[in-house]
């Protein structure tokens, strides 16, 4: 039987890398410890860098996933975009065209592309800018065909998620790297990579 390898560059957000999780297995972990299959093997590299905003990504993914890539195996490039851009006035526009750049420039390279969507926080004012932000990035990649896991719509007002962020300084712990690992699942990530969702 052939198997078919896949290598998978992660970049964005620290909930990548599991901050914040005793088990250290962050959401990407989780979706990855789901996708085994012996037809497929998948290599898995995280580039996950604290406070970077979508500028930040723009400017640092080809550098870094690039050199994880090779002409052996099926490359692909999750992008966990990061909360910070929130943090900055008038940033809808600009980290619009920032995620923009990023699926161009891996289109042109033939990188198939899965991006993950920014979770809301505690903050109400704060959510209230996320949300603009999901939305300008929805659309972003909803024009270039891209698939886009929105994790903040189901998570906003959901007890659990809340709970979670109130009881770890406002991360995520088990439970909610539990809750962002099921969308990612259940919302792309078997289509994204052509492998059968499993029945169990």
């Keep these: 039987m052939e198997i078919r390898r896949i290598r998978i560059a992660s970049i964005g957000a620290e909930t990548l890398a599991g901050v914040g999780d005793s088990r250290a297995l962050g959401w990407l972990g989780r979706v990855l410890a789901r996708t085994v299959t012996p037809e497929v093997e998948i290599e898995s590299y995280v580039l996950a860098s604290p406070g970077d905003t979508t500028e930040a990504l723009s400017h640092r993914w080809e550098t870094e996933a690039l050199s994880r890539f090779s002409a052996h195996t099926d490359n692909r490039l999750v992008v966990a975009l990061p909360e910070h851009d929130a943090n900055l006035e008038g940033s809808s526009a600009r980290a619009r065209l920032n995620l923009a750049n990023i699926l161009d420039r891996a289109g042109q390279q033939g990188i198939s592309v899965l991006v993950v969507g920014p979770p809301p926080g505690l903050d109400e004012e704060r959510n209230r800018r996320l949300d603009a932000l999901n939305s300008a990035y929805h659309d972003v990649a909803e024009r270039r065909d891209v698939p886009y896991v929105d994790t903040f719509t189901p998570l906003l007002g959901h007890e659990q998620w809340r709970s979670d962020l109130a009881g770890g ?32």
């Design 169 to 200: 300084q406002g991360r995520p712990g088990q439970s909610g790297y539990g809750l962002l690992a099921w969308l990612v699942l259940h919302r792309g990530w078997y289509p994204w990579l052509g492998i059968a969702e499993p029945t169990s």
